[in-house]
């Protein structure tokens, strides 16, 4: 059974920072892309930060210099170190795993997500 498990989400004041760690389970994690998305209310959900199993990254225009991603393969986790955070980071913040098969074939989880408040 594949778990993705969210953790570390708040309310924070802006300018302040948050780490958002996912840890994964039930998967080879080390050969899964990694993503975090966020979903804020009344809006689609929306990239945040993607990592690949080489650790290549890929950033959201909207948090590039602000937010790291990064993973652990040991500790099978990805976290999202966010600084300086705005009002507008506010949000749903869901874990995403995703692994594209030789071939032909994907899978792909999502974990249950973690709320982060920016607000004074």
């Known amino acids: 059974q594949v778990q993705l498990v969210e953790s570390g989400g708040g309310l924070v004041q802006p300018g302040g920072s948050l780490r958002l760690s996912c840890a994964a389970s039930g998967i080879i994690f080390s050969i899964y892309a990694m993503g975090w998305y966020r979903q804020a209310p009344g809006k689609q959900r929306e990239l945040v930060a993607t990592i690949t199993s080489g650790s290549s990254t890929n950033y959201a225009d909207s948090v590039k210099g602000r937010f790291t991603i990064s993973r652990d393969n040991a500790k099978n986790t990805v976290y999202l170190q966010m600084n300086s955070l705005k009002s507008e980071d506010t949000a749903d913040y869901f874990c995403?795993?995703?692994?594209?098969?030789?071939?032909?074939?994907?899978?792909?989880?999502w974990g249950q997500g973690t709320q982060v408040t920016v607000s004074s």
């Open positions: 995403n795993a995703r692994r594209l098969w030789t071939g032909g074939g994907e899978n792909e989880y």
